[in-house]
């Protein structure tokens, strides 16, 4: 059988990656090693962390120059209470990201991205190509109760994995890699049918198991996350394609 290095190098590829709380440090180890081994998607999107991670890809920021800033994040560089629906105003989010983004429009990205939104109003998913890169980005961020609905376009938008968790919605058909987080997220129901792999022609699913689960109050296994992650990749992309999926674990 194939291994996954091999399936990767054959042509051009698309990277998807899934929504899952503070997954954005799992989903920067991945696509480190991705670089790493001269592998570079032709596109990327995601919801939520996977939407950070694309974006800042597609932005032009390098995963090991992302892995900088997230191993050295601090709650204090985005936690801004304020009255309001959710607890987190993300004024100091989006700072972050004005600062880490070298781009901040879609325009000027270097390549395509697609970042999924929850459109509150429409109770839809809503994929996102233009306009400006770092609200788009806080919007597919913004899990209800953590923090402040955003505006984009005049609408008022959430997660994007609240309907949209493997981010897939708007990536083009063809080959793609998607990088599933298996952990359950804190507000997802045990079994719940977001959690399982998606199915779709061409697309091939990387799984690594047993990372650390992190979040705005255990941002040192954020960390951990990210090292395990970039680890399991490297061993993944020896390993044969089975049934469509790679999985390891941590």
Do not use: N, Y
């Given at each position: ?135 788009a980005i806080r919007a597919s961020c913004a899990v209800p109760g953590m923090f402040h ?102």
């Amino acid at each position: 059988m194939i291994t996954l290095g091999d399936w990767l190098a054959e042509a051009p590829f698309g990277l998807g990656m899934s929504s899952g709380f503070f997954s954005f440090f799992a989903h920067t180890g991945m696509l480190t090693a991705l670089v790493e081994r001269g592998l570079r998607p032709a596109h990327v999107g995601g919801s939520s962390a996977g939407a950070l991670v694309a974006g800042a890809f597609a932005a032009g920021v390098a995963p090991t120059a992302l892995a900088d800033v997230l191993l050295g994040l601090d709650r204090k560089d985005f936690w801004d209470p304020a009255p309001g629906l959710g607890l987190l105003r993300g004024r100091k989010f989006d700072a972050l990201l004005r600062r880490v983004l070298p781009v901040t429009t879609f325009a000027a990205c270097a390549q395509p991205v697609f970042i999924s939104v929850f459109d509150i109003g429409r109770r839809a998913t809503r994929v996102v190509t233009d306009g400006d890169l770092p609200t788009a980005i806080r919007a597919s961020c913004a899990v209800p109760g953590m923090f402040h609905p955003v505006v984009v376009d005049g609408r008022r938008c959430w997660d994007g994995g609240i309907l949209d968790r493997p981010g897939l919605v708007g990536m083009p058909a063809g080959r793609t890699l998607f990088h599933h987080i298996a952990s359950r997220s804190p507000w997802r129901r045990r079994g719940s049918a977001a959690l399982a792999l998606p199915s779709r022609p061409a697309l091939v699913s990387l799984v690594i198991d047993g990372l650390p689960r992190s979040g705005p109050f255990k941002l040192e296994a954020g960390r951990a996350a990210l090292v395990a992650a970039r680890a399991a990749t490297a061993r993944a992309l020896d390993q044969p394609i089975a049934d469509g999926a790679v999985a390891l674990a941590a």
